[in-house]
């Protein structure tokens, strides 16, 4: 199995994580595309449509954008060096970090991804379910959504099939198994979509009323649409102290980080945009409802489908390539659980997927029960919120607690402008906190 030295300054790791030799991606291409598949997923298919939508169209699509720029890059970078430096997830990067509090903070990670992945793999099993409809004849039915998701039992097959994929494709390892996976299901991706967005454009006063839609009104921007806008931006690149911290464990010393965290963000924003032309065009020019929440998916683009010439071809290349892409993200999640029991309980990398696997179907039932309550709450409480809370402690944790000569050493940076340095150390951990508080104030007003 290949595997990397570590890379990180002495005194960085436990004792445990110097000796023990750990598999690494390999490097350029193959990276790349590992980090940016976690990343895409359904935050940006599933998810950044409906945030879209929700939280004021084109105003928010230019905020997320300036913000991935100032935030999500940055902490993307402290990510991957973070996990690098250290050789382990979340739990024990935190902990040779020697930030205060460490083993909570980590635990407070461990509980976050695994409730985002219960709720997570819900969505991405009725993905699956739709692409299977889809090429039996029945995708574009009026009403399956609600069908598919009004019985427990009913949603569970998919969900088996989900979890089973992800578990399999992980004990296959780093290279065989997630990059393996990662190298043909990305450029399949962004071909699908390409053919989709063509589609899309060229339905009847689809360009003009998209040039409409994409007007932003500022007025409507508040403190809860930036908290949106930074939770799509840190959900979207896989950020939270955790999917990227496990993968950053796993690059090897050849990998720049600074260029393969700018790489991730552009093809995610790539892959951002994609969704949205594939989407917003189509219900804007069958005058559907762009504010319909998280199922705009499952309700909107079946009855886009069902209006297009060739429909149901469609239905299917659309679906079975958000299924692909979206698995890649729920095995990142799997994967930082699984570490974390492999790394510091002293399991076989077996028993750790089977445990996990049997907590996940526990864990899922309530988001399959009360899909539009519990998935909607669930996604501002552990996506919105909770991610950027653990992106912000993972910065912290290297620029506060490595300090400024072993954090850069631990990035593969020579050096940094001061008011670069500034703004990392100070200016992302306040804002984080700020948009926090403020965007929670201004929803539990409001509501």
């Given at each position: 199995?290949?595997?990397g030295?570590?890379?990180?300054?002495?005194?960085?790791?436990s004792?445990?994580?110097?000796s023990?030799?750990?598999e690494?991606?390999a490097?350029?291409?193959?990276?790349l595309v590992?980090t940016?598949g976690?990343?895409?997923?359904l935050?940006?298919?599933?998810?950044?449509?409906?945030?879209?939508?929700?939280?004021?169209?084109?105003?928010?699509?230019?905020l997320?954008?300036?913000?991935?720029?100032?935030?999500g890059?940055?902490?993307l970078?402290?990510?991957?060096?973070?996990?690098?430096?250290?050789?382990?997830?979340?739990l024990g990067a935190l902990?040779a970090?020697?930030?205060?509090?460490?083993?909570?903070w980590?635990?407070?990670?461990?509980?976050?991804?695994?409730?985002?992945?219960?709720?997570?793999?819900v969505?991405?099993?009725w993905?699956?379910?739709?692409?299977?409809l889809?090429a039996?004849?029945?995708g574009?039915?009026?009403?399956?959504?609600?069908?598919?998701?009004?019985?427990?039992?009913?949603?569970?097959?998919?969900?088996?099939?989900?979890?089973?994929?992800?578990?399999?494709?992980?004990?296959?390892g780093?290279?065989r198994g997630?990059q393996?996976?990662?190298?043909?299901?990305?450029?399949?991706f962004?071909l699908?979509?390409?053919?989709?967005?063509g589609?899309?454009?060229?339905?009847?006063?689809?360009v003009?009323?998209?040039l409409?839609?994409?007007?932003?009104?500022?007025?409507?921007?508040?403190?809860?649409?930036v908290l949106?806008?930074?939770?799509?931006?840190?959900?979207?690149?896989?950020?939270?102290g955790t999917?990227?911290?496990?993968?950053?464990?796993?690059l090897?010393?050849?990998t720049?980080i600074?260029?393969?965290?700018a790489?991730?963000?552009?093809?995610d924003?790539?892959?951002?945009?994609?969704?949205?032309?594939?989407?917003v065009?189509?219900?804007l020019a069958?005058?559907?409802?762009?504010?319909?929440g998280?199922?705009?998916l499952?309700?909107?683009?079946?009855?886009v489908?069902?209006?297009?010439?060739?429909g149901?071809a469609?239905?299917?290349?659309?679906?079975?390539s958000?299924?692909l892409v979206?698995?890649?993200s729920?095995?990142a999640?799997?994967?930082?659980?699984v570490a974390?029991?492999?790394?510091?309980?002293?399991?076989s990398?077996?028993?750790?997927?089977?445990?996990?696997?049997a907590?996940?179907?526990?864990?899922s039932?309530?988001?399959?029960?009360?899909?539009?309550?519990?998935?909607?709450?669930?996604?501002?409480?552990?996506?919105?919120?909770?991610q950027?809370v653990?992106?912000?402690?993972?910065?912290?944790a290297?620029?506060?607690?490595f300090?400024?000569?072993?954090?850069?050493?631990?990035?593969?940076?020579?050096?940094?402008?001061?008011?670069?340095?500034?703004?990392?150390r100070?200016g992302?951990?306040v804002?984080?906190?700020?948009?926090?508080l403020?965007g929670?104030?201004?929803?539990?007003?409001?509501s």
């Open positions: 199995m290949p595997t030295p570590d890379s990180g300054p002495p005194g960085s790791a004792p445990a994580a110097v023990r030799p750990r690494t991606f490097a350029g291409w193959g990276t590992a940016a976690v990343a895409i997923g935050g940006n298919v599933w998810r950044f449509p409906y945030m879209m939508g929700s939280y004021g169209g084109a105003a928010f699509l230019i997320y954008l300036v913000l991935v720029v100032a935030f890059i940055p902490a970078v402290c990510e991957q060096a973070l996990g690098r430096a250290t050789r382990r997830g979340p902990r970090a020697g930030l205060p509090a460490a083993s909570l980590g635990a407070l990670l461990l509980v976050t991804v695994t409730m985002a992945a219960s709720y997570y793999g969505v991405v099993a993905v699956l379910d739709f692409a299977a889809s039996l004849g029945r574009t039915e009026p009403g399956l959504h609600a069908e598919l998701t009004a019985s427990v039992v009913r949603q569970s097959p998919g969900l088996l099939v989900t979890v089973g994929a992800c578990c399999l494709t992980l004990h296959l780093v290279r997630i393996a996976l990662s190298r043909w299901v990305l450029p399949l962004f699908l979509f390409l053919v989709l967005i589609r899309s454009l060229t339905l009847p006063n689809a003009p009323r998209l409409t839609y994409l007007t932003p009104h500022w007025g409507e921007v508040d403190a809860e649409v949106a806008a930074l939770g799509q931006a840190f959900f979207s690149l896989a950020l939270g999917f990227m911290v496990i993968y950053g464990s796993y090897s010393p050849q720049r600074a260029r393969n965290a790489a991730t963000a552009f093809t924003a790539a892959a951002a945009l994609l969704a949205a032309l594939a989407v065009p189509a219900v069958l005058g559907l409802n762009m504010q319909r998280p199922s705009l499952f309700e909107v683009m079946p009855e489908f069902r209006r297009m010439p060739l149901s469609f239905a299917v290349l659309f679906f079975l958000v299924f979206a698995l890649l729920l095995m999640a799997y994967e930082v659980v974390a029991l492999v790394d510091h309980a002293g399991w990398r077996g028993r750790a997927l089977g445990a996990l696997a907590v996940q179907l526990v864990l039932v309530p988001a399959m029960a009360s899909p539009e309550v519990y998935v909607g709450w669930s996604d501002f409480v552990w996506g919105s919120t909770l950027v653990g992106g912000g402690v993972t910065v912290v290297l620029v506060w607690s300090g400024r000569a072993r954090a850069l050493k631990a990035a593969g940076l020579d050096r940094l402008q001061p008011a670069l340095w500034i703004w990392v100070w992302i951990p804002g984080i906190l700020a948009t926090l403020y929670w104030w201004e929803r539990l007003r409001g």
